[in-house]
C-alpha cells in the first residue's frame, strides 16, 4: 500500500472540539485526493491540553508513533498556556521538550510548527482580545525555537467566521486551517495548490 503518516500534536484547536474533523483529518482527506496515495493520519491532541500536558502525553507513545513512521509531525500547542497565565520561560522549556519529542518520532525531521492563533474580538470568556498581546511574545518565543531547530513555521490566515467561539476552529476554520497545511505539503512535494480543495 502507498502511504504516508502524518502526526499532528495539539489542544483543542487540533482536536476539533468544534467541529466534527479536526483540521488533520480533513487535511488527510484532501491530499489522498490530491496526490493519489492514502494518509495515516494520528490526531494526537486532548482538549484543555497546556503544552507540559502534551508532553506528559507523548512520553508513553513516542516508541509507537516513531514505528508509524511519520514523514510530517505538526505541533499547534499554547493557547491554554496563554489561558493559564504560563510564564514565557516555562512555555519555552515545555516547548522545546514538544521539539525535541517530535524530532525523536520523525523519520525525516520534517516538523511543522503552527505559530498560535489570534484572537478574534468576538472571543468567549475566559479569554479575551487583548491576550493577543501575550500570543504575540509566545509566537516569538516559537519562531526562536523555530530558527535554533532548523525547522519551519506556520501562520495560518483566518477570519472571524473560521472560529466557533474565538478561539476554536468552526467546521469552516478546521476546513481553512486543512487547505493550508495542504497547499505547504503540496508546494514541498513540487506540486501547485489548486483553489478546490473539498
Known sequence: MNWETLLCLGDSITFGARSYFGYPEIAGNILEKKLSKSWNIINHSTNGFTTIDLIRSLNPVITLYKEEFPSLITIMIGTNDIKNKTSLEDFRIAYSQVILKAKLMS?????????????????????????????????KVIEELASVNNIRTIQLELKDDDFF???????????????????????DKGFESTPDMS
Open 107 to 139: 523519520v525525516n525531521n520534517n516538523i511543522i510548527l503552527f505559530k498560535i492563533p489570534h484572537f478574534t474580538q468576538k472571543v468567549f470568556y475566559p479569554y479575551h482580545f487583548e491576550m493577543n498581546e501575550t500570543v504575540k511574545l509566545f509566537n
Open 165 to 187: 467561539d474565538g478561539v476554536h476552529f468552526s467546521p469552516k476554520g478546521s476546513q481553512t486551517a486543512a487547505i493550508q497545511l495542504v497547499n505547504f505539503i503540496l508546494k
